[in-house]
């Protein structure tokens, strides 16, 4: 998970302290078990195994009743350890689309000497379970496996088909992505009306009290693009005018004083909508942000908006530059300097068009190039009160009181291939994370105990609700 799905607008705070009990009834012990397996199992790209973790669920899976033809692993000759899988439960109604349960079981990388805590081993303690991927994404990898392993154990018969796909690669740009694979080579086994990711979610505040609940409903796309200059070069004794550094950096600041205009989804329109009616909202923000709705093109209403960083990517595509290289001596003009530009892609904005607006920024010194891989346009899901409507009243059931918001992401997810080739995906709310994202891809990463139990059954209920 690049970043999380949701703003978090401090003016949309409510308080539930409610929760499951960890670990007292016979199915969370089964899930616990299953749940440290795959945090235990390193699957960091190219240091541990996703085809592992995938053969340890497939086997659980086995176990509860599945047959072998209701369950694929996958894999490639050229990536055999980043192999993921795909289980099915067929439902009873022909007519009804099936649904599809998506998530990823690699992790970021976790260095030892760094943490307080093994990051290979579920560790409790204070009322935190901690572990790389505790929270992203083996969280909602294995709510989904355990679901799924329960609707057999228990006999439950859909009406809708469902779907879990469970694959690798998606925290690491290069890597071989298996979501990506499957929307471009095994499209028909994943074929779903809609699907569940990550990308939703809550938030606890300072005092331990959950705040905020979000559905995440689109996504940008996040492209690479390289900024390239060349210079003869020389010596450092006689500089002149022309130097690749300085070029670089003339174009790099164009960059940073250019801002896109500012684009609405149906789903940030709802989002500042909402942010604008709360109460608590400052009421400069609040006019500046109901200005802004009705008049996107509003420059003073912007200012004021993307005061806020959060708001201020929301509204539009952003690019920063993030990586710099330059020169090969310290006593030489530089021959070379290049500069990584990461985008990130409002959607329905293409890469080519990024592209062509960051070569008009560079100006013609400078080479612009996109990175591979190539993203996918972002496509924006409908706000459908058919996926939004159960996603609220089970909200009000496990956490009363809750706001809940719909959101874009400003990050990405794998989301976005599914979304290629018509599969609306929607990030899912039900797990509570602290103010400062619980570590996620940085040190100690952690969830608490109470979260990831009373998350567990709210999913487990949504399913059903669109399972029928």
């Not at 998970?1 to 009834?25: E, N």
């Not at 896109?260 to 009421?283: C, E, I, L, N, Y």
Request: net charge neutral; charged share 20%; aromatic share 8%.
């Amino acid at each position: 998970m690049r970043a999380l799905g949701w703003v978090v607008a401090a003016a949309l705070i409510g308080q539930s302290m409610g929760g499951a009990v960890a670990q007292t009834r016979p199915d969370q012990q089964a899930f616990f078990g299953l749940y440290k397996e795959l945090v235990e199992t390193n699957t960091v790209v190219d240091v541990g195994s996703c085809t592992q973790a995938a053969a340890q669920i497939a086997a659980r899976l086995k176990a509860a009743g599945y047959a072998d033809a209701d369950i694929v692993q996958f894999s490639t000759p050229e990536h055999p350890r980043d192999g993921g899988i795909v289980a099915v439960l067929k439902g009873s109604d022909a007519k009804a689309k099936p649904m599809l349960l998506l998530g990823h079981i690699d992790v970021v990388a976790a260095n030892r000497a760094d943490w307080a805590r093994d990051p290979f081993k579920l560790i409790e303690e204070g009322g935190y379970y901690y572990g790389r991927g505790t929270v992203d994404d083996k969280a909602m990898a294995a709510i989904w496996a355990d679901a799924m392993i329960r609707f057999k154990q228990t006999g439950y018969k859909p009406k809708r088909t469902i779907k879990m796909a469970l694959t690798c690669g998606e925290e690491t740009t290069y890597a071989f992505n298996g979501a990506e694979w499957l929307a471009k080579n095994k499209p028909d086994l994943i074929a779903a009306e809609f699907a569940l990711n990550e990308g939703g979610g809550g938030r606890y505040n300072a005092k331990g009290e959950r705040e905020l609940l979000a559905i995440q409903v689109g996504e940008k796309a996040a492209q690479n693009f390289t900024f390239t200059t060349t210079n003869p070069g020389g010596h450092s004794s006689q500089p002149v005018p022309d130097n690749a550094i300085y070029e670089l950096a003339d174009a790099i600041k164009r960059v940073q004083g250019y801002e896109f205009p500012v684009k609405f989804t149906d789903t940030t329109r709802a989002f500042f909508g909402m942010v604008a009616k709360a109460p608590t909202t400052p009421k400069p923000m609040a006019d500046a942000i109901t200005a802004l709705l009705a008049n996107p093109n509003d420059v003073a209403a912007d200012r004021i908006v993307s005061m806020d960083k959060a708001m201020h990517s929301t509204l539009r595509t952003t690019c920063v530059a993030t990586l710099l290289k330059a020169g090969h001596a310290e006593n030489a003009l530089p021959q070379a300097a290049t500069a990584n530009i990461n985008c990130r892609i409002f959607p329905g904005e293409s890469v080519d068009g990024t592209l062509a607006k960051l070569k008009e920024l560079a100006g013609p010194k400078v080479t612009v190039s996109a990175n591979q891989p190539i993203r996918p346009i972002g496509i924006p899901p409908k706000l459908d009160p058919k996926i939004t409507g159960p996603m609220t009243t089970l909200a009000a059931k496990y956490f009363p009181g809750v706001p809940l918001l719909p959101t874009m992401s400003t990050g990405a997810t794998d989301g976005i291939f599914l979304e290629a080739i018509g599969i609306p995906v929607y990030g899912a709310p039900g797990v509570f994370v602290d103010s400062d994202l619980s570590g996620i891809h940085g040190l100690n990463e952690r969830i608490r105990v109470e979260s990831l139990y009373a998350g567990r059954d709210y999913l487990y209920d949504l399913v059903k609700a669109y399972a029928g």
